[in-house]
């Protein structure tokens, strides 16, 4: 297991006035950093990570899907945009050293279509992420397709469907993930759909249920750390909370309210907290 810190708590670009960060983070006692990948050169997420490396961190990255480059959509010039977009992230998450690109790029964020997902749509998403999955193979990297509440997403909302896709896909490349903050608004009992994820599960995004610092709201903590116990999982837990510093993101994660006294509580208390944890629940 290593814990890993999302650097969308401070921005949705990483530049090099972010770089004074990492080493706080690694004193805080992370294993690694997960970049936002939403834009930028090749040449700017080489230079973040190298300095990532410098601090001895490893990364992970995190990006979505948008309706200018839809997974799902019937055209399919623009499913080909959207398997550009996907190829052109698992490159820039290569770039910047990371070993697994997560997120919900399986269709766009907080695009809805009156109703549930058809079967069209999922073949059309397995189509778009089988060729990812190929690109990703190639460059060594793997990637965690992340279920939403249906608040954010209709396409994909919860572990069984998730499964499901997953399986449909069938690439070694392509694997699923859980954002406990989505887990805890969707599932009826998030540690037992964890455990039925199986290897199939590759990352998890420890998220309190109102996205402020972990163990201060209602998730059931000891319940998933216990799941990922019992199924030998040794993959990241990563810390995803948002605030209101950065206003794009404030909009984005409609977050109108302080969460928490300052960021420095969020990934201090954070790092902690999934320690404490993950030891009491061995």
């Not at 398997?83 to 766009?108: N, T």
Request: proline content about 4%.
């Amino acid at each position: 297991m290593r814990v890993g810190m999302n650097l969308l708590l401070w921005a949705i670009q990483v530049k090099e006035e972010h770089f004074s960060l990492l080493p706080k983070i690694k004193a805080a006692g992370y294993d690694g950093v997960e970049v936002p990948i939403f834009m930028g050169q090749e040449a700017d997420y080489r230079r973040l990570g190298k300095e990532i490396k410098r601090h001895g961190l490893s990364a992970t990255a995190v990006t979505v899907a948008n309706a200018d480059a839809n997974p799902i959509d019937p055209d399919p010039a623009m499913r080909q945009k959207a398997v550009d977009r996907l190829k052109w992230a698992l490159d820039m998450c290569a770039a910047v050293g990371g070993e697994l690109l997560c997120g919900p790029f399986h269709s766009p964020l907080g695009v809805f279509s009156g109703s549930g997902p058809t079967d069209d749509e999922k073949k059309r998403a397995i189509e778009v992420l089988r060729k990812g999955g190929d690109h990703a193979a190639k460059l060594g990297v793997r990637f965690a397709l992340e279920f939403l509440c249906r608040f954010e997403s209709y396409f994909l909302t919860t572990v069984k469907d998730t499964i499901d896709l997953v399986d449909r896909i069938n690439h070694p490349a392509v694997g699923m993930m859980i954002d406990t903050f989505h887990a805890n608004i969707e599932e009826k009992d998030p540690a037992a759909s964890a455990e039925r994820c199986g290897k199939r599960l590759i990352h998890m995004h420890i998220s309190e249920n109102d996205r402020g610092a972990p163990g201060t709201g209602n998730v059931d903590w000891s319940g998933i750390f216990g799941a990922l116990r019992r199924m030998k999982y040794d993959g990241w837990l990563t810390i995803e909370a948002f605030g209101r510093a950065m206003p794009d993101i404030a909009a984005a994660t409609r977050v109108w309210r302080d969460l928490f006294e300052s960021e420095a509580d969020v990934y201090q208390q954070g790092a902690r907290f999934i320690r404490e944890m993950w030891a009491r629940a061995g």
